[in-house]
């Protein structure tokens, strides 16, 4: 059974920092790419950064800058660390896992950034 269990969301105040993380198991993990979605209220879920099994790591437009994605192999485990938190990045957020046409998706966690 492949699960994707993400943790990490919090409610913070604008400028603060959090480290989102997602555990994946029943999945061999290191022939994934995996990446972090977002969907806040009324808007459609949207990438905000992606990290290929070369490393190759890309973001959104608004979160350059500012978020990071990484992966620790060992642990099955992608993080999101999020910095300089905006109100904008209110939303909950997702892992995905994705190899060729096989998708995974988590639960999500919510962020909720005040201002």
């Known amino acids: 059974q492949v699960q994707l269990v993400e943790s990490g969301g919090a409610l913070v105040q604008a400028g603060g920092s959090l480290r989102l993380s997602c555990v994946a198991s029943?999945?061999?993990?290191?022939?994934?790419?995996m990446d972090w979605y977002r969907q806040a209220p009324g808007k459609q879920r949207e990438l905000v950064a992606t990290i290929t099994r070369g490393d190759s790591t890309n973001y959104a437009d608004s979160v350059k800058g500012r978020f990071t994605i990484s992966v620790d192999n060992a642990k099955n485990t992608v993080f999101l660390q999020m910095n300089r938190l905006e109100p904008e990045d209110t939303a909950v957020y997702y892992c995905?896992?994705?190899?060729?046409?096989?998708?995974?998706w988590g639960q999500g966690t919510q962020v909720t950034v005040s201002s």
């Open positions: 029943g999945i061999i993990f290191n022939l994934y790419s």
């Open positions: 995905h896992a994705l190899l060729r046409y096989t998708h995974y």
